[in-house]
């Protein structure tokens, strides 16, 4: 589970930082064409955290999101924001039937696994969705980049795009979609992350917080070269970040 501390960090920053705003468009650039060719009314998000995604699926696309999450300090901020259908629970024993979704949506809960549980956490997610249901996954990528701010929040692994096929592959799901994202930024995180951060030797600590609004637009603006590249179908090679949308097999 994450740290709790992080969720007010979260909820203080989400809106504006250009982190949050970066990966939004992303994320609607590779799952707005999929969610327009298919029936989707009623959805899961499993590790909702604050909430504030749950509330952007459902005025996005019109769908009737349930928030989910293990940490009652996440359901807490989500029922300050209006968030009508929480729960709090498990990830790797969801309490609904099979089938009981048209979709799941799951940003950046795998990182709190420990190494063993992603495939049947994996498998437990795609059970809630019904056949032809999509699955969508995002989580921080390649082990290199951990930082002090993986430390802070409790991360436990980082995933690959082979790791990601082959997580979804063995639970019943055709991956649709696939890339990395946060691209274009990886020299500046590699500087930042294996240099700079050593160089320092502090505690770990949280990374989540606005900069001056100069710096939050400049390092906006990446992402939202990316999320327009993404659009038009193609992929990253690498990046910070692994996102990939994918479908359960029908019977």
């Known amino acids: 589970?994450?740290?709790?501390?992080?969720?007010?960090?979260?909820?203080?920053?989400?809106?504006e930082m250009w982190w949050y705003e970066g990966m939004r468009r992303i994320l609607f650039a590779m799952l707005d064409p999929l969610a327009r060719l298919r029936r989707?009314?009623?959805?899961l998000e499993a590790g909702c955290g604050t909430g504030w995604n749950t509330?952007?699926?459902e005025r996005r696309y019109g769908w009737t999101v349930t928030a989910l999450d293990l940490a009652a300090e996440g359901l807490r901020h989500a029922h300050e924001l209006g968030v009508q259908r929480r729960v709090q629970a498990d990830?790797?024993?969801?309490p609904f039937p099979s089938g009981s979704f048209d979709a799941l949506v799951s940003l950046d809960l795998m990182v709190h696994l420990p190494p063993g549980s992603e495939l049947?956490?994996?498998?437990e997610m795609a059970r809630?969705?019904?056949?032809?249901?999509?699955v969508v996954l995002r989580a921080a990528a390649h082990r290199l980049l951990r930082s002090r701010h993986s430390e802070f929040v409790g991360e436990k692994q980082r995933y690959s795009r082979?790791?990601?096929?082959?997580?979804?592959?063995?639970?019943?799901l055709t991956p649709l979609r696939i890339s990395y994202a946060n691209c274009l930024l990886l020299p500046v995180a590699l500087l930042k992350f294996r240099l700079w951060e050593p160089l320092l030797a502090r505690e770990a600590r949280s990374g989540v917080d606005v900069p001056p609004a100069w710096l939050n637009r400049l390092l906006l603006a990446p992402l939202?070269?990316?999320?327009?590249?993404?659009?038009?179908?193609?992929a990253l090679p690498a990046g910070q970040s692994i996102i990939l949308i994918a479908a359960k097999e029908t019977l």
């Open 128 to 134: 809630v969705v019904r056949p032809g249901g999509l």
């Open 1 to 15: 589970m994450m740290n709790p501390a992080e969720f007010a960090n979260i909820a203080r920053a989400e809106r």
């Open 224 to 234: 939202r070269w990316e999320s327009k590249w993404l659009a038009n179908g193609r």
């Open 55 to 57: 509330r952007l699926l």
């Open 91 to 94: 990830v790797a024993a969801l």
């Open 162 to 172: 082979d790791q990601f096929i082959r997580l979804a592959r063995e639970s019943g």
């Open 120 to 123: 049947p956490a994996v498998r």
């Open 40 to 43: 989707i009314g009623v959805v």
